[in-house]
C-alpha cells in the first residue's frame, strides 16, 4: 500500500478519476436489515451522483453505535483489510459522524472519511447555479462544520480534494470557531437579502394561481415541468438534479398560472441543509396547490411518500390543495409485469392498484408516465379543475376573462 500523505494534492474534482469507495452502515436496536440495505442503497446512488464507484458494502449489527470508531474493533479491522488490499479512496458511513470518530476512523483507515451529511453537501455544492444555491450550500457547510473543528478543516486537508472536499468557500474553511460563526453570521445576512428580493419578485407575479412541484428526489418533476411548460428544464437520472427553484408561466385553455419545480426531498436528508434550503422551499410554503410526484416503480414509494408528507408537515405545508401523480407506470410494468402475464390479466392487476390508491389518497390522484405521455390529459385535466376552483375562491373576479 503506498504511503497515505495528507499534504499530496491531488486531483480535484471528478472529472480525471472517479473515486473507489466502500460504505458503511449499522443495524441498530430500532431498525431492521431491510432498512438499513435500502439506506444503503439510496447511500449508493448518493455516491454514484457525486461520482464515485461503490466497490463493497459493510454492514454490522450492533446495539448503538460505538462512541470512538462508530462499528466495532473486529469490523473495522476488516474494513481497514479491504481497503488496504483493493486500492480504495473513501470510505462513508450512512449516519453522520462526529469530529471525534472521523478523526479516528481516519487515522485507522488512512483513508478520507465522509458520512451522509458531507456526501449530501458536496453534491449541492457541485450542482448550485446561482448565488443563492451556493450561498446555501456554504451556509450549510459552515453549520454543519462548526462543532466538528479538527485536522479535516486545516488547509493542508483541504488540498486533498475529491468528493466532499469541495464547495463555495472551501479555501477560506478555518478551524477558529469565532471566525466560522462570523462567515455564518454573514451569510444568514446575504441570505436575508436575497430572500427580500425573491419576495418582491413573487409579490410582483401579481393575482395568478401559484402551483409547486413536490416530491422525493428523481421522480420525474422536472420531466414533468418541460412537458407541461414546453419548454426545457434540467432533468437527468440522478440525485438533486434541480437545486435552484424554476418557475414558468402555464397557460391551459386561457386560464394562466405559475409552475414552480423545487428540490427533491430525501431521507435523513441534514437539518441544518434544510434550514438553509428554507428560503427556496418558500415557493412551497407560499404555493396555492402542490402537485406532489410520486416514481410508483420504486420498491419503497410508500415510504417517499412519507417523506414528503412530514417534510411538507415541517414546512408548514401540509395543509395545501395537493394533487397526487404517481408517475412512471411504463417502469412499473416493466419491473412488476411478468412477460407471461396476459393483457387481460395485466390490466385487473393495474384497475386494482389504482382503485386501491385512490381509495386511500382520495380522488386528486392520477398515474402517468411522464416519458411515454401517457394519461397526461386526465392529469391537466385534474389540475386545471384544481386551478379553477383555486381561481373562483382566491380570485373570483379573475374567472370572468376565461
Known amino acids: 500500500m503506498a504511503d497515505w500523505d495528507i499534504s499530496k494534492k491531488k486531483n480535484k474534482g471528478l472529472k480525471k478519476k472517479l473515486e473507489r469507495a466502500v460504505i458503511v452502515g449499522l443495524v441498530t436496536y430500532n431498525q431492521t436489515m431491510e432498512q438499513v440495505e435500502e439506506y444503503l442503497d439510496e447511500l449508493e446512488f448518493l455516491a454514484e451522483t457525486a461520482g464515485a464507484v461503490i466497490q463493497k458494502r459493510f454492514i454490522q449489527k450492533l ?9 466495532g474493533k473486529g469490523k473495522l479491522e476488516e474494513i481497514v483489510e479491504y481497503v488496504e488490499n483493493n486500492d480504495i479512496d473513501l470510505v462513508i458511513f450512512d449516519d453522520d459522524l462526529s469530529g471525534k470518530q472521523t478523526s479516528i476512523l481516519e487515522e485507522n483507515i488512512k483513508r478520507k472519511i465522509l458520512d451522509r451529511s458531507t456526501l449530501i453537501l458536496d453534491i449541492f455544492a457541485n450542482r448550485a447555479q446561482t448565488a443563492q444555491a451556493k450561498t446555501q450550500v456554504e451556509l450549510a457547510q459552515m453549520q454543519y462544520m462548526l462543532p466538528r473543528l479538527r485536522g479535516l478543516w486545516t488547509h493542508l486537508e483541504r488540498q486533498r480534494g475529491g468528493i466532499g472536499m469541495r464547495g463555495p468557500g472551501e479555501t477560506e474553511i478555518e478551524t477558529d470557531r469565532r471566525i466560522v460563526r462570523d462567515k455564518i453570521s454573514k451569510l444568514k445576512q446575504r441570505l436575508d437579502k436575497i430572500d427580500k428580493q425573491n419576495a418582491i419578485r ?12 413536490v416530491g422525493y428526489t428523481n421522480v420525474g418533476k422536472s420531466t414533468l415541468m418541460t412537458i407541461l411548460s414546453k419548454s426545457e428544464v434540467f432533468a437527468e437520472n440522478k440525485l438533486f438534479a434541480t437545486l435552484d427553484t424554476t418557475v414558468r408561466k402555464i397557460v391551459f385553455g386561457q386560464m394562466p398560472f405559475l409552475l414552480s419545480d423545487t428540490v427533491g426531498f430525501i431521507r435523513k436528508l441534514p437539518t441544518h441543509l434544510v434550514e438553509s434550503f428554507k428560503s427556496t422551499l418558500d415557493e412551497v410554503r407560499e404555493s396555492d396547490l402542490l402537485v406532489h410526484v410520486v416514481d410508483i416503480a420504486h420498491p419503497q414509494y410508500e415510504d417517499h411518500i412519507r417523506v414528503v408528507t412530514q417534510t411538507l408537515k415541517d414546512l408548514n405545508a401540509e395543509s395545501i390543495p395537493t394533487l397526487l401523480v404517481f408517475n412512471k407506470m411504463d417502469l412499473y410494468r416493466e419491473r412488476y ?66
Open 202 to 213: 413573487r409579490k410582483n407575479r401579481g393575482q395568478m394561481v401559484r402551483v409547486a412541484l
Open 63 to 71: 446495539h448503538k453505535p460505538q462512541n470512538a470508531t462508530f462499528v
Open 337 to 402: 409485469f411478468d412477460k407471461m402475464l396476459d393483457e387481460e390479466t395485466k390490466k385487473e392487476i393495474e384497475a386494482e392498484l389504482i382503485q386501491s390508491k385512490m381509495k386511500l389518497h382520495g380522488e386528486h390522484t392520477v398515474f402517468i408516465s411522464a416519458i411515454t405521455k401517457e394519461n397526461m390529459a386526465e392529469m391537466r385535466e385534474k389540475l386545471r379543475i384544481m386551478v379553477t376552483e383555486m381561481y373562483e375562491e382566491r380570485y373570483p373576479h379573475q374567472t370572468k376573462f376565461w
